[in-house]
């Protein structure tokens, strides 16, 4: 049986994984290849880094990294922020990770994903989406909308309607980040998450708000997403994946117990 | 030494950095000469079956991956494993290696169960030689699988499919899952590969 994964996200600014609360007042948590090695010990099934300053910064993401966590671990990892050319896709995947997310370029110029599955194969091109609840049901049946640039802009697109035509298009996997969740550990946005994973017929990530086990519990059992992002509360020590994964486990989730 | 064939299906990174962590001289190679060369050889791959295909015979590489694939230890990865196989109904059809008995299918749709695979699937085995047991979990990623088939050792079930997981034939071992991505148990059988000695008496 195909078993639920457990994500750590690392948040990469100035070559050190930091967090904060919806993008503002970030911490340095430590180096992105330490906490690397340390997550894939610790039984993380996947992990993800995005970089949180290279778009804004209008730089390439930091490749030397890249590479220095694909020699150093041996678990599937994402990486995200400033691919903005299938030339940036291209020295990811040979700096040797797994999959490429977009998220805000692909708003921009959505064949970029088109471009990328024809490349690299869909199964490498990870859409990331920060959908917001939104009162404009009119040009967002869904009541919610995408927003870009690290929540700051909203793109007046339909989230429902920009997963269906990413995957249209090639996207492999889609990551809901849920503006209204991200960093609060009060658990995902189930609404949301739910209504993408019914809507698309390749795997969808529950992203922002987890909290406790249970919140990865309902993020699988009740809206379906197939995998689950965890940042904040794996980062501060509050929990770890063993205990996560040792309640998901005894509540009946299908996880990845030995490692 | 190791051979890994570059025949431009996916990417290599990952294979090659999984033997240079166990500390093992392995080469990327497009050339049939290096593979006829090599004590052992692993054959990887991600994407399309026809576009693989293509890319072995106009890479010249055909004969010399069949001729490895029945005569020293061999690894097939993923897509590596698929082509040994006779047919694929990938891409409207497809003739492979036909190096092991069997055909390639797509996973049907089943409410639920996404397509392609991605992630960890626990498996059954029955290796003679002990590469994967009953229990492991490995890491997948595809969209189609072989069928059971006389060489199987191992399956794993997904979208209300019993499929391959792996196969064996002599020195032959192929997996559909990704052992260089599968973390420790993943480089346990890359070591497992390396230091079995073949049963035709070559190293």
């Not at chain 2, 979208?159 to 002599?170: H, I, L, P, Q, Y």
């Not at chain 2, 990704?178 to 230091?195: A, D, I, M, N, T």
Request: charged content about 20%.
């Amino acid at each position: 049986m195909l078993k639920k994964r457990i994500i750590p996200c690392l948040d990469v600014r100035g070559g050190r994984v930091t967090k904060g609360v919806r993008f503002q007042n970030n911490v340095d948590l430590g180096d992105p290849v330490e906490m690397a090695v340390a997550y894939s010990d610790g039984g993380a099934d996947e992990l993800v880094f995005y970089d949180i300053t290279a778009s804004a910064e209008h730089r390439p993401i930091d490749i030397g990294m890249v590479s220095e966590v694909a020699r150093t671990i041996r678990i599937p990892f994402a990486v995200g922020g400033g691919i903005s050319t299938l030339a940036d896709m291209e020295r990811v995947i040979l700096a040797g990770a797994e999959k490429i997310s977009v998220n805000s370029l692909a708003v921009q110029n959505p064949q970029v994903i088109a471009e990328g599955a024809r490349e690299f194969g869909n199964q490498c091109i990870v859409l990331g989406m920060d959908p917001v609840q939104t009162e404009d049901h009119t040009r967002c049946p869904s009541g919610y909308e995408i927003t870009t640039r690290g929540f700051r802009e909203h793109s007046g697109i339909d989230a429902v309607e920009w997963a269906k035509r990413a995957v249209e298009l090639g996207a492999g996997e889609i990551v809901v980040n849920s503006v209204d969740a991200d960093g609060t550990q009060s658990g995902f946005e189930l609404t949301v998450t739910r209504l993408i994973a019914e809507a698309v017929d390749v795997p969808v990530v529950a992203s922002g708000g987890a909290g406790c086990a249970e919140h990865i519990r309902d993020a699988f059992r009740i809206a379906h997403a197939d995998a689950a992002i965890v940042a904040g509360i794996l980062h501060t020590g509050r929990t770890t994946i063993r205990q996560l994964k040792d309640a998901l486990h005894a509540d009946g989730i299908p996880v990845r117990m030995t490692w | 030494m190791i051979a890994i064939v570059d025949y431009h299906a996916g990417n290599l990174t990952s294979v090659r950095l999984a033997f240079q962590a166990l500390g093992c001289a392995a080469s990327v190679t497009s050339s049939p000469d290096e593979i006829r060369a090599a004590d052992r050889v692993v054959f990887p791959g991600v994407g399309a079956a026809y576009a693989a295909m293509e890319n072995l015979r106009s890479l010249g590489l055909v004969e010399a991956v069949r001729e490895a694939a029945v005569t020293k230890p061999f690894l097939g990865i993923c897509l590596g494993m698929q082509i040994l196989f006779e047919h694929s109904e990938e891409d409207g059809g497809v003739n492979l290696l036909g190096v092991l008995p069997g055909r390639v299918r797509r996973f049907p749709n089943v409410p639920g169960c996404k397509v392609p695979e991605i992630g960890w699937n626990e498996i059954e085995a029955n290796d003679p030689r002990g590469f994967v047991r009953t229990y492991e979990e490995y890491y997948f990623v595809h969209s189609y699988y072989a069928e059971l088939n006389p060489c199987t050792v191992a399956t794993a079930g997904y979208s209300g499919v019993n499929f391959t997981a792996a196969v064996r034939k002599g020195d032959l071992f192929a997996c559909q899952f990704h052992p260089e991505k599968s973390g420790k148990l993943g480089l346990k059988l890359l070591r497992c590969f390396v230091q079995t000695p073949s049963t035709e008496g070559r190293s």
